[in-house]
C-alpha cells in the first residue's frame, strides 16, 4: 500500500483560479502516482471552511480516503473572529478523515496515528527566556499564532496536550507499524537553519523536542514520521524512523514557475510495506526550497 504525502498548501493565499490550479495539481500527481491513500500534515488554508472545502473536492476527485491533521493555519481565526481556537479544532473533527479523531487503521500491520502539534519553545534559542518567548514578538515581528489561534491555555500547555494525546494512542498501538504525523516539527532538524537573528527566537514556535524523543521512545514501532508547518523538504532518519516534511509552501519559494512540476516534487510517496522492512520511493527533491 502506497500513501502519498504532501504538506502545507496555504490555498488562501492564491487568487481563486490559481488556487483551484493548486488541487488541480495535486489531483494529477495523484493519479499518475496511484497511492491507495493520501496524506495532508495541515495548512491546507487559514480558514476552516476553505480547508474542509478542499478536503471534501480532494477525496471526491481522487476517489481515495485523504487523511489529514490540521495546522496552526487551519485552525486560525482570522476569517471568523468570534471563534476560539477549539471551536475551530472540533468544527475541523467533522471531516471523517481527521487523525485528530482517532488513529486510522490501514490493514493489519500499519495504522497512521496523528494530531495537530504545538511547541513548547524548546526549539528556539536558549538565551531567550520563556517570558520572551511567550510574548511571541521580536524585532518588531509578531508570531501570528499570538492573534489568530487564542487557545485556552498558554502554548507549552497546548503542547503537553498534544504529546500526552499522541503518546497514549502509540502506547495502545505498539504491536503495530505506525506512521505518526504532526503539523508541528519533531526535530531540531526541520527548523530554519542558523545562523538567523530572526529565526533564532522564530524557530521556537516550529514544534518541540519532546515529539523527537517521543519517537525515540517508541522507535520500534513508528516507522514513519510526517510533518509539516516549516517550508523546507527535508528528511532525517532518526533512530529506526525515518522523518519526513514533505511541503508545497508558498509560490516564492518554490524552485518551479510550474505548479505541477513544483507539486511533483512536493508529494512524496511512502510504501506502507508488509512483512520486514518498510521500504519508501524517493519523490522528494534534494536539499530544501528557501522559507
Ligand atoms: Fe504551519
Given amino acids: 500500500m502506497k500513501i502519498s504525502v504532501v504538506s502545507d498548501l496555504h490555498i488562501d493565499t492564491y487568487p481563486p483560479s490559481a488556487a483551484a490550479g493548486i488541487l488541480d495539481a495535486l489531483c494529477t500527481v495523484v493519479q499518475e502516482r496511484s497511492p491507495g491513500l ?87 534559542d536558549p538565551r531567550f527566556t520563556q517570558e520572551e518567548f511567550l510574548r511571541m514578538e521580536y524585532g518588531g ?28 494512542q502509540l502506547e495502545a498501538h505498539r504491536g503495530s507499524r505506525i506512521l505518526l504525523v504532526t503539523h508541528a516539527v519533531p526535530h531540531r532538524h526541520f527548523t530554519v537553519p542558523l545562523p538567523n537573528e530572526t529565526w533564532s527566537y522564530f524557530n521556537a514556535f516550529l514544534g518541540s523536542e519532546a515529539y523527537a524523543d517521543l519517537i525515540a521512545r517508541h522507535t520500534d514501532s513508528i516507522r514513519y514520521a510526517v510533518c509539516g508547518h516549516v517550508h523546507y523538504r527535508k528528511r532525517l532518519t532518526f533512530h529506526r524512523t525515518e522523518l519526513i516534511c514533505s511541503c508545497l509552501g508558498y509560490a516564492k519559494e518554490w524552485r518551479s514557475s510550474d505548479v505541477l512540476e513544483e507539486m511533483r516534487r512536493a508529494v512524496t510517496d511512502l510504501e506502507l510495506a508488509g512483512e520486514g522492512h518498510a521500504g519508501t520511493r524517493e519523490n522528494i527533491g534534494n536539499g530544501y526550497t528557501k522559507g
Fill in 141 to 168: 515581528r509578531v508570531w501570528n499564532d499570538r492573534e489568530f489561534a487564542p487557545w485556552d491555555r498558554p502554548a507549552p500547555e497546548m503542547h503537553r496536550y498534544f504529546v500526552e494525546k499522541l503518546e497514549a
Fill in 38 to 124: 493520501l496524506l495532508i500534515a495541515g495548512d491546507l488554508s487559514s480558514d476552516y471552511r476553505l480547508t474542509l472545502e478542499a478536503l471534501g473536492e480532494i477525496e471526491r476527485r481522487t476517489g481515495l480516503p485523504c487523511l489529514m491533521v490540521p495546522g496552526n493555519h487551519d485552525v486560525w481565526n482570522r476569517h471568523a473572529r468570534q471563534l476560539g481556537t477549539w471551536d475551530i479544532y472540533n468544527r475541523l473533527l467533522d471531516y471523517p478523515h481527521n487523525l485528530a479523531r482517532g488513529p486510522y487503521r490501514v490493514n493489519a500491520e500499519w495504522v497512521v496515528i496523528g494530531d495537530l502539534g504545538w511547541y513548547d519553545f524548546s526549539l528556539g
